[in-house]
């Protein structure tokens, strides 16, 4: 197998059942995202203890706060040495542009994070923009310009659903990541998520890594589940 461009979302409350779910994967190499109930629940162990066996992290704690917080937050977070975290693209550039300089002092190994931009949440649709946000912009518009704002604060790329990922590859260029969650296979409930495609799908959009959670931590099987999802986004 290709290093895995699959990120499952560890939405667990316990480093132990993140120790279960896990063990059902022996012997795979998983990039895993560990998010808000989990490091607030456990904190940096489960960090380590991911860390100790072997697989990659995407930190998602999706920082959002004034330049000189985020920095400082940075700062702390590059020395777990994970190998993604985040902010909001709404924070804007000179957030973005801190949130770089504080992984830059902060990194432990020569090689900072990678840090990517969230730009419209994937349970967002036109409608919310519209009448909640007051954002009168088709939410493609949004998307990109908010993905030029993060390449122009030197970011490695955005939080998105697939069905911009074309877009954003075709204005920004191949390099610059598109991490897409908002995954289901054909039979699965999208849940609270509004902007939705397939695994296949999200490779035929270009997605650069897909998010998957209930998909594959819901399902009977995982590793069956996972190993489907593998195929149809990165098969050959
Ligand atoms: O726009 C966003 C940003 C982050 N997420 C996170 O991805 C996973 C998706 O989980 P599913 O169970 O596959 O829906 C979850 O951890 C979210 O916090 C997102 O969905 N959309």
Known sequence: MNESRICI???????SDVENFLKQFEGE??????????????????????????HKIFLDLKLHDIPNTVKSAMRQLAKLDVDMVNVHASGGIEMMKAAIEGLEEGKTSGKRPL???????????????????????????????????????????????????????????????????GIRLASDNVNDQKRVTTPAMAKELTSSYIVVGRTITGSQDPLATYKKVYQDFQGE
């Open 115 to 181: 840090c990517i931009a969230v730009t419209c949440l994937t349970s967002l649709d036109q409608d919310v923009l519209d009448n909640q946000l007051l954002i009168h912009e088709p939410l493609e518009n949004v998307v990109l310009k908010w993905a030029e704002n993060a390449k122009a604060a030197g970011l490695d790329g955005v939080v998105c659903s697939p069905l911009e990922s074309k877009i954003i590859h075709d204005h920004l260029g191949k390099e610059f990541l598109t991490v897409t969650p």
């Open 29 to 54: 190499s998983l990039y895993v995202k560990v998010g808000m109930e989990l490091f607030y629940g456990e904190g940096i162990e489960i960090i380590k203890m991911i860390k100790e066996m072997g």
């Open 9 to 15: 979302a560890l939405d667990f409350k316990t480093k």
